[in-house]
Antibody
Framework: QVQLQESGPGLVKPSETLSLTCTVS??????????WNWIRQPPGKGLEWIGY???????NYNPSFKSRVTISVDTSKNQFSLRLSSVTAADTAVYYC???????????????WGKGTTVTVSS | DIVMTQSPDSLAVSLGERATISCTSS????????????LAWYQQKPGQPPKLLIY???TRESGVPDRFSGSGSGAVFTLTISSLQAEDVAVYYC?????????FGQGTKLEIK
């Protein structure tokens, strides 16, 4: 059973870049049978999908973030990562990584989630 | 983007009674080639990540109690809890994975009356 664990700084200054990593255990980020997502949840609010990546490095992003976001995969470390640039207080949120099954051209529901990590944007 | 709208925003139901949450998508999320609705339901308790309950609109995830059921097709969907238990207090979200800009409903907070 795949397990996911987010890690990264809990505090980021405005205008800087938020960087988070999701470590995959019990499975391989190199598997073509999965896709790997980032989702966030501002305090007291709902869920917002940020983007996903395949093992090949091909990624797809929420247009709301497209100019600021990069998701990458590191198969040697069995990890995938999120970078969000030019952050503001509005980017303060719990950030989750999640995985779902994929055929490579058809993605399924996200069935495994990490516990989440809180990121605060403040000077 | 496909907009997902849930109703109600909050709901209070007595223990043992039925709870029903609706979710409407701004366009059909039924894929004609495989006749599947690309809709999932999640349960989120305070301080926890979302937990998958239902996928393909009506398939219960392994380990989810059978009092949870999903129904609907096209653009109108329902999550039903047949007999509310205390541990079902949570926020429930629907999510479409039909369009690659995945979107969630705003959430429905379920409480005990």
């Amino acid at each position: 059973q795949v397990q996911l664990q987010e890690s990264g700084p809990g505090l980021v200054k405005p205008s800087e870049t938020l960087s988070l990593t999701c470590t995959v255990s019990g499975g391989s980020v190199s598997s073509g049978n999965y896709y790997w997502n980032w989702i966030r949840q501002p305090p007291g609010k709902g869920l917002e999908w940020i983007g996903y990546i395949y093992y090949s490095g091909s990624a797809n992003y929420n247009p709301s973030f497209k100019s600021r976001v990069t998701i990458s995969v590191d198969t040697s470390k069995n990890q995938f990562s999120l970078r969000l640039s030019s952050v503001t207080a509005a980017d303060t949120a719990v950030y989750y990584c999640a995985s779902g099954g994929s055929t490579g051209y058809d993605n399924y529901h996200m069935d495994v989630w990490g516990k989440g990590t809180t990121v605060t944007v403040s000077s | 983007d496909i907009v997902m709208t849930q109703s109600p925003d909050s709901l209070a139901v007595s223990l043992g009674e039925r709870a029903t949450i609706s979710c409407t998508s701004s366009q059909s999320i039924l894929y004609s080639s495989n006749n599947k609705n690309y809709l999932a339901w999640y349960q989120q308790k305070p301080g926890q990540p979302p937990k998958l309950l239902i996928y393909w609109a009506s398939t219960r995830e392994s380990g989810v109690p059978d009092r949870f059921s999903g129904s609907g097709s096209g653009a109108v969907f329902t999550l039903t809890i047949s007999s509310l238990q205390a541990e079902d207090v949570a926020v429930y979200y629907c999510q479409q994975y039909f369009s690659t800009a995945y979107t969630f409903g705003q959430g429905t907070k379920l409480e005990i009356k």
